[in-house]
């Protein structure tokens, strides 16, 4: 009978972390690429409360680092007993690329958001994708 191996609790849990912030980063420079940018919130320019635009970045960003901790953390449990299939892992591993090389290229087109703005915002975002991707870590291994 084979023997059941299981990953560290922090391991699962840093390594979830650290998928939800990338899949959040990414998110945030593809989002700032079509004007949902979190810099909208410290423009002065702009008679609205919120801008829109910065309202559904905040959302699409958090979103996104809650499920990638949560499905990230799902999946590593899962897959030290072999219940990922051989495709499912291939057809991750693919989007996980295909998204992370997006934002690789959004991220290399000239900006027009000023450059202390877009600091802020980038910084905003990856403490943001960390706290959910913490959250959905921690809620997806308390529920395993």
């Not at 499905?71 to 072999?82: H, I, R, Y």
């Amino acid at each position: 009978m084979a023997e059941t191996t299981y990953f560290p609790r922090r391991l699962i849990l840093g390594a979830a972390m650290i998928s939800g912030v990338l899949l959040a980063l990414a998110v945030h420079m593809l989002g700032a690429r079509y004007g949902l940018d979190l810099g909208g919130l410290w423009r002065s320019d702009t008679h609205e409360f919120m801008p829109t635009g910065a309202a559904i970045a905040w959302w699409l960003i958090a979103t996104v680092g809650f499920s990638g901790g949560y499905f990230t953390a799902g999946l590593m449990q899962s897959a030290v007993d072999g219940q990922i299939p051989h495709r499912m892992r291939q057809f991750l591993i693919a989007v996980g690329v295909l998204l992370l090389a997006g934002a690789g290229q959004a991220a290399s087109a000239p900006s027009a958001v000023p450059t202390i703005s877009g600091v802020l915002a980038a910084l905003a975002a990856l403490c943001l994708g960390a706290v959910m991707a913490f959250c959905g870590a921690h809620f997806s291994l308390r529920r395993g």
